[in-house]
């Protein structure tokens, strides 16, 4: 059964990607970014970082991926414009383990590492941390963040999930007076 209150929080969240963006001022703040350069928050390694991971969380298939829609782009935008201090300072902190973590375990540079080792590793790390492991939390927070940002794009709302602004047909002119 659902609740009213599990409807309001499907309305939030489906909604989220909207008011994240007027939180950050629409498209125009979201800077175009390259893997490698700085972004207004980001430094350029961090965005290196962030492009790899997003991209490996949501790959191009036969809809855009992560890097496509210039998902770190956006985090950047939100980190700068949306984020107060305590979670930035928390974020990039979180970010700094997570890919210390992921150099580890790949040997060296997660970002230069083989996209086979890549994916393992991550899936490992992933589901070591879904399945309850306390070590590295925010990760939870950073998939969140990239994948909402990603379904907050034009690409992701419309090509991956399908949405319609007006589903079915609309008939502006009915008749309603024998209705009541």
Not at 6 to 31: D, H, P, Y
Request: hydrophobic letters at 40%.
């Amino acid at each position: 059964m659902t609740t009213r209150r599990e409807v309001l929080q499907g309305l939030i969240v489906s909604m989220g990607g909207a008011a994240a963006l007027t939180a950050c001022g629409g498209v125009a703040n979201v800077v175009a970014t390259r893997p490698g350069s700085a972004g207004r928050f980001y430094t350029a390694s961090e965005m290196s970082f962030l492009s790899s991971l997003s991209d490996l969380i949501i790959p191009r298939t036969e809809t855009p991926g992560a890097v496509d829609v210039n998902v770190s782009g956006y985090m950047d935008a939100l980190m700068t414009d949306w984020a107060n201090d305590e979670t930035r300072s928390s974020h990039r902190q979180d970010l700094g383990r997570i890919e210390n973590e992921l150099n580890q375990l790949v040997g060296g540079s997660f970002v230069g590492a083989e996209e086979d080792r890549s994916v393992r590793v991550l899936s490992e790390l992933d589901a070591a941390v879904f399945d309850g492991s306390k070590d590295l939390e925010g990760y939870r927070s950073i998939k969140g963040y990239i994948s909402r940002s990603y379904f907050a794009t034009e690409s992701g709302a419309v090509e991956e999930l399908k949405w319609v602004s007006v589903p079915g047909r609309w008939d502006p002119s009915v008749d309603i007076s024998g209705t009541l």
